[in-house]
């Protein structure tokens, strides 16, 4: 223990030291759990008949004195006492003198100054007790009434030699927990800081329980002044001994401002540590609690709780406030069950919090008295919480920020700690404008990241998981540092001859203006593939686009189209990752060999495709650079260990996509978005598909209708069989009536439950819908297959072009 002369004109005179500490550890149950050999020898019991036994019994406590030792105890009625720290009265550091007798032959009387600690947490232990013989201190020679400042070496806001190297030795002094248990004791007291006692030889000063830093209030002062004049000894004004007092008073009010400055510094350390919402509330709860109150309720706006805008407009009595937060001392759950966190509710005008949340200004309540808290509970349906406000001081603080309230704070203190007073109003307002500030940040953050989402969101496709001849599953992960909006994005389109493109592209850069570039490339390949364009023709066409759009962005892109009846997979690469074909034979994975192409945008650089051949069951596997390239490590090994995880085998789509996910992403480093594409190439059996070729003549439409019929009464499919007729003769006639060529196709798909039908003829002209008239003898055929259809469309062909439509059963 270090202890030393305050601060001050007496500075001069400081006399520093250390005595030895006794640290005795109580469990939940107030029994002894640790004794150690400075407690054996201030107290006089050995560590074998302490440990186990009731710490009530050993200590230095009020209340009851044994027989055996009637003088035990004995309390100097200064703050606290021992038994309210022991039995969990108080949860807050204490600390105190008392006098007892000890064991032994001479039964000799011992001075004790002792400290306090609550402890939390997963282990038996709840409270740490050091103390020290008052009497080694009063042996030295110094000036009588001298007041010593006496407090633990490793205390917070204590200045005394040595402290840093105490604090790092306590787990040395705990010889019997692990260094786990040790090191989570020292964490929580200098966490909580410490009480010092002011000590002197001729004169008791009392100790200030809940700040880290000694202090007599001037109330304090003027009752010793009281006090000596009683005795006869009152110095007068103007004499040394009057100036001497003032003096000392000046010093213990700058104590006390100087203290509550390092507490405010201390909260600001601790509260803004991250921008996530909830973590800030839940930091500036724990800020206050124990240190400066003992219950602390968080309530926010609801529009800053849903992460939207700034509020508008003064609250009112019908806002409603969310409460996100409460932290207290009481047992665990003792305010659960009246405030639960989550609840919404509206206060009404005769409460403080009302006057709080309209003025701005905090609101202090020195105690709730028994009618306040009849109103405050009147707002608790069912529930009765004046057991836990009622005789409490309370105060409530403004959480602001631009002069906008969005929400406030309620500090309750126990009936033992001191009530709240003006200097606390000071400090807890602006501690509420510090904490205020923090939560608008949070909120902006919080609002611009759901603006973000709601961005990137709205620019994702949602692509259906089942397309002709294939499944697909999709993954899109954020960036984790540069940014929530990237560039970064997958598709899959409908093409004619059941085939399906699949795209996916990375826009350089993060950020809106990636995103928006991202959109307006996406939105042109869509419209491109659904003309059909090859897909070097495609990724020529974009890269024409991209510099019309500007010379600051580049991009690449993969362009696939997959045609499940010819199984083939036709590839274009502009600067992409190459993707990974899983073999559905063997297992084998491979990177496929691309011409590696240009970024979109680059211009001038020509694109080539590929052809490849794929079975069903095959897998596809696309996906951006973000996905396998971490800094500091070579993009080659994400590609390994891409084509490695790819060929694991997987119950589902999703599963194979996790798979795959999980051995990217935990190496660490990844700061870019990912997009990632994979789909299973079924391919569609030629039991399912039918052609045939039609003459063009006016007679064929007949036939077309019956050929179509039988069939699908061979696939057991006579519910499509009427309307596919009916739809079939209508392309069938427009083909024969407008093509040039002496034969028209006719194609008829199944896959799964739904039927395609493609008629192909070779005039170039893509038909349109017509508003027929009543007398109109033409245009009405597209607009019942438009009607009767799920879907249908038309595209260009290198001979002409194709008419097509789905069919699925209808439900009855």
């Excluded at 090191?183 to 329980?209: A, C, N």
Aim: with cysteine; aromatic share 6%; net charge negative.
């Amino acid at each position: 223990m270090d202890y030393g002369t305050p601060d001050g004109p007496m500075a001069r005179r400081a006399v520093t030291g250390r005595i030895p500490l006794a640290v005795v550890v109580v469990d939940g149950a107030g029994r002894v759990s640790h004794w150690s050999t400075g407690a054996r020898k201030l107290f006089g019991y050995s560590k074998e008949a302490a440990v186990g036994s009731p710490a009530g019994d050993l200590l230095p406590v009020a209340g009851a004195i044994p027989a055996e030792h009637p003088d035990y105890g004995e309390y100097d009625g200064l703050g606290p006492d021992l038994e309210t720290s022991l039995d969990g009265r108080i949860s807050y550091p204490a600390a105190g003198r008392a006098r007892l007798s000890v064991p032994g032959g001479d039964r000799h009387r011992v001075d004790v100054l002792w400290w306090a600690y609550p402890l939390v947490g997963p282990g038996p232990e709840r409270l740490l007790v050091l103390a020290a013989d008052a009497d080694r201190l009063a042996a030295g020679d110094r000036e009588p009434g001298q007041v010593e400042r006496i407090a633990p070496g490793f205390a917070l806001h204590t200045d005394f030699p040595g402290a840093d190297e105490l604090a790092g030795r306590l787990p040395e002094i705990l010889p019997s927990m692990s260094v786990e248990e040790s090191s989570r004791i020292v964490g929580q007291v200098l966490e909580l800081g410490y009480p010092v006692l002011e000590f002197s030889k001729h004169d008791r000063v009392p100790v200030t329980p809940d700040w880290g830093v000694a202090r007599r209030t001037e109330r304090e002062a003027r009752r010793r002044a009281r006090q000596v004049a009683a005795d006869g000894l009152a110095p007068e004004p103007g004499t040394p001994d009057g100036a001497a007092a003032a003096e000392e008073a000046e010093d213990l009010e700058y104590a006390a401002v100087r203290e509550h400055l390092e507490f405010l510094n201390e909260v600001s350390g601790r509260i803004g540590s991250s921008l996530d919402l909830s973590q800030t509330i839940i930091e500036v709860s724990r800020a206050v609690v124990p240190r400066f109150t003992d219950v602390a309720g968080t309530y926010l706006r609801e529009q800053v709780v849903a992460g939207e805008g700034f509020p508008e407009g003064p609250p009112d009595e019908t806002t409603l406030w969310h409460r996100v937060a409460v932290e207290h001392t009481d047992e665990p759950g003792r305010w659960d069950d009246v405030v639960p966190v989550g609840e919404s509710m509206p206060f009404p005008s005769h409460t403080p919090f009302f006057q709080c949340m309209t003025t701005g200004d905090p609101v202090l309540v020195p105690r709730i008295t028994e009618e306040m808290g009849n109103a405050i509970a009147s707002q608790f349906e069912k529930r009765d919480i004046r057991p836990l406000i009622n005789h409490r001081s309370m105060l409530v603080v403004p959480l602001k920020a631009r002069n906008v309230v969005l929400g406030f704070m309620i500090l309750l203190r126990h009936r033992e700690r001191p009530v709240f007073n003006d200097m606390d109003r000071v400090t807890g307002a602006e501690l509420a404008a510090r904490a205020g500030l923090v939560l608008d940040n949070a909120r902006m953050y919080t609002y611009q990241e759901s603006v973000a989402d709601t961005l990137q969101d709205s620019m994702l496709p949602h692509i259906e998981p089942r397309m002709t001849g294939c499944d697909i599953a999709t993954r899109y992960l954020p960036g984790t540092l540069l940014g929530r909006v990237g560039g970064d994005w997958f598709d899959s389109v409908k093409l004619p001859g059941s085939r399906t493109a699949l795209v996916v592209g990375d826009v350089m850069g993060h950020g809106l203006n990636s995103a928006a570039m991202m959109g307006q490339l996406r939105t042109a390949v869509q419209t491109m593939a659904a003309l059909d364009l090859p897909p070097a023709q495609l990724l020529r066409n974009l890269d024409d686009l991209a510099q019309r759009l500007g010379e600051h962005y580049l991009a690449t892109c993969l362009y696939a189209v997959y045609d499940p009846i010819a199984g083939e997979l036709h590839l274009a690469n502009a600067g992409h990752i190459p993707p990974v074909l899983v073999r559905a034979d063997d297992g084998r994975s491979e990177l496929l060999d691309l011409p590696t192409g240009a970024p979109i945008g680059v211009g001038g650089v020509p694109f080539e495709a590929v052809t490849v051949r794929v079975a069903p069951g095959d897998r596809l596997l696309m996906c951006t650079d973000g996905l396998v390239e971490v800094r500091g490590e070579d993009i080659g090994v994400g590609l390994a260990t891409l084509t490695e995880s790819a060929a694991h085998p997987a119950a589902s789509m999703d599963d194979a996509c996790d798979t795959i996910i999980r051995a990217l992403n935990t190496r660490g480093g990844r700061k870019d978005d990912v997009a990632l594409l994979m789909a299973r190439l079924n391919g569609i059996a030629d039991e399912d598909v039918a052609r045939w070729r039609l003459a063009r003549d006016p007679s064929e439409v007949g036939r077309a209708r019956e050929l179509v019929g039988d069939q699908l009464r061979r696939w057991s499919r006579p519910a499509l069989v009427e309307t596919a007729e009916l739809l079939v003769g209508e392309l069938v006639t427009n083909a024969v009536r407008h093509s040039r060529g002496p034969r028209v196709g006719l194609r008829l798909v199944r896959s799964g439950t739904t039927l395609i039908c493609e008629v192909e003829d070779d005039d170039p002209t893509l038909p349109t819908l017509l508003n027929a008239g009543p007398a109109d003898e033409f245009g009405r055929g597209l607009r019942i297959v438009s009607v009767l259809a799920k879907e249908w469309g038309t595209s260009r062909t290198a001979s002409g072009k194709t008419v097509w439509f789905e069919l699925v059963p209808t439900l009855r």
